[in-house]
């Protein structure tokens, strides 16, 4: 008996003690990780933000275009999406590197670049976006908006913070950084990507040069004159490259849709014109000729630039379909994009190119002394390496059936560069105009939609707009809100829409802050 009543106690005590155990506790599973290594939680955040070549966004940008509507259309956007996800796993990374017992490590690093990116992205397109009282959870359901200009010093104050936190950590050769799939863990490229980064979000703000609380000027003027203290990208081999692998990572373009793809995407009108406007030798590497003008009577050489033709993104789909299948348009150079699963060359997210254009542009501006000449035509230099031309280099021209190559042509960059409409005119109008032109060619596939943002800021290159392009005619100006915004957050998106445009009417026409 009294061992009955031992067993008795024995199980009540436990029960008790149970009981006084958190429901949180009880509810813990097992095979659940409780916390993960932050290189894991990084390698996701990188990519996650990164952007890929072939994709709307690109048609958006006129450098291709969909002929066939069951596959798509070239209409513009409508509603913008937001990062806030990626930017939550942005907080568990560095939560995750924190238990090291190191402030200051390089995951936190990066962490304020992927927030500069992914909050500049989100900014550019739809204006005011929640930052302050952003991801707070149920500590703030609601968050308020802060205004564009709020958001776009805070990501130069982000910017400015992973330059130092990089220098830091690199002077104490710290090598803790794993996971990551742009720099491969090296901590010198990282910090020349950041500051790479804040040259473009300089230049994206030329509008605003004599703003005070910005010192755009400033900041642009202390980078370049002090490149030990703010290193920027030198060279194509810094940079920022998504690398597909042809496994886990599949180019887009491959050859397991090349036989859906084929004849219903074909080149754009402002990106191919572009470049045959300046017998510009990146058109034979990216593109076909178009097949009704290499073959019949009358048939062009193949290396004859009035051989290429875009279509104008403006025009009818059915129109487009039409002339497409008549062979009258130019495709991507099929045997360069569709042979392979890794694709010819890695998405570059941020590049060298893009920095020399940015500087010749803030040169050219007037907002530090230097010969924009010279960033001009590294940037042109740099864009054509990408491609693998040079001067010499003999370039095979094919045509988009069967990859049969019908002629070749020696490159002779030497001279592309003497062209009176490609040397530099100064600084001047017609120096930022080709300044932006090259910058526009250079972006081809790279860069996500940076083209667009380009163009929007500054109207050069001039994009088609018409009824291929939707919205009546008229090329957006920026992204409506996402839908749960007014779902979930409607007094404060109502209040933002106000505040900016002085009508709670989301409209795809309205103006931003960044380029009034």
């Given at each position: ?11 009540s ?10 429901f949180e ?5 097992p ?34 275009a ?21 930017l ?28 500069a ?8 397109k ?20 802060n ?10 104050e ?17 090598l803790s ?14 910090r ?21 609380d910005?010192n ?7 980078i ?30 491959n ?15 402002t ?5 045959t ?12 000729p178009a ?11 193949p ?8 279509a ?32 010819p ?28 000449a ?7 230099r740099?864009?054509?390496?990408f ?70 800021r ?30 979930y ?5 109502q209040?933002a ?10 409209d ?9």
């Amino acid at each position: 008996m009294k061992k009955i009543l031992v067993v008795f106690l024995l199980s009540s005590l436990l029960l008790v003690l149970n009981a006084c155990r958190d429901f949180e506790d009880l509810e813990e599973n097992p095979n659940r990780p409780a916390s993960v290594p932050p290189s894991l939680v990084l390698r996701g955040v990188l990519s996650d933000m990164h952007e890929r070549p072939w994709t709307l966004e690109h048609r958006q940008n006129q450098f291709w275009a969909c002929n066939y509507n069951y596959y798509g259309t070239n209409e513009y956007w409508t509603t913008a999406g937001f990062n806030y996800l990626t930017l939550k796993n942005v907080i568990k990374m560095e939560e995750e590197a924190s238990k090291s017992g190191a402030l200051v490590n390089p995951y936190t690093a990066i962490g304020k670049f992927v927030r500069a990116v992914l909050v500049t992205r989100m900014s550019n397109k739809v204006g005011d976006i929640p930052l302050t009282d952003a991801l707070k959870g149920l500590e703030v359901p609601e968050p308020t908006y802060n205004s564009q200009k709020d958001v776009m010093i805070q990501v130069l104050e982000w910017l400015e913070e992973s330059n130092a936190e990089f220098k830091s950590l690199i002077a104490e050769n710290n090598l803790s950084l794993d996971g990551d799939i742009y720099f491969q863990n090296d901590l010198v490229k990282w910090r020349k990507a950041v500051n790479t980064f804040k040259i473009r979000v300089l230049i994206s703000l030329s509008k605003k040069e004599n703003d005070t609380d910005l010192n755009i000027k400033q900041k642009f003027q202390s980078i370049l004159s002090n490149p030990a203290e703010y290193p920027v990208m030198s060279s194509n081999q810094d940079n920022m490259n998504y690398v597909y692998n042809g496994a886990q990572q599949i180019y887009p373009t491959n050859p397991g849709n090349r036989g859906f793809d084929k004849g219903r995407y074909n080149m754009a009108d402002t990106y191919v014109k572009g470049l045959t406007n300046l017998n510009d030798p990146r058109v034979y590497v990216t593109c076909n000729p178009a097949k009704a003008k290499v073959t019949g009577s009358g048939a062009l050489n193949p290396a004859d630039f009035n051989a290429y033709i875009g279509a104008p993104s403006g025009e009818s789909l059915d129109d487009m379909t039409l002339k497409a299948g008549n062979g009258q348009y130019s495709f991507a150079n099929q045997k360069r994009y569709y042979t392979t699963l890794t694709g010819p060359e890695p998405s570059v997210q941020l590049s060298y190119w893009e920095l020399c254009f940015n500087i010749a542009e803030g040169l050219n501006r007037g907002w530090a002394s230097g010969s924009a000449a010279t960033y001009y035509e590294n940037g042109i230099r740099a864009s054509m390496a990408f491609y693998g031309i040079s001067d010499g280099t003999v370039l095979s021209i094919t045509e988009s059936d069967n990859d049969a190559v019908i002629g070749t042509v020696t490159a002779s960059l030497s001279s592309y560069l003497a062209q009176v409409a490609v040397a530099y005119a100064g600084n001047n109008a017609t120096g930022l105009n080709q300044i932006l032109t090259q910058k526009y060619l250079a972006f081809f596939q790279n860069s996500g939609q940076e083209a667009y943002f380009n163009y929007r800021r500054t109207g050069v290159p001039a994009f088609h707009a018409g009824p291929g392009t939707g919205n009546s005619g008229v090329i957006p100006r920026r992204w409506l809100y996402p839908q749960n915004e007014s779902f979930y957050n409607n007094t404060n998106l109502q209040a933002a829409l106000s505040s900016q445009f002085g009508s709670a009417i989301d409209d795809l026409d309205n103006e931003i802050w960044i380029n009034k």
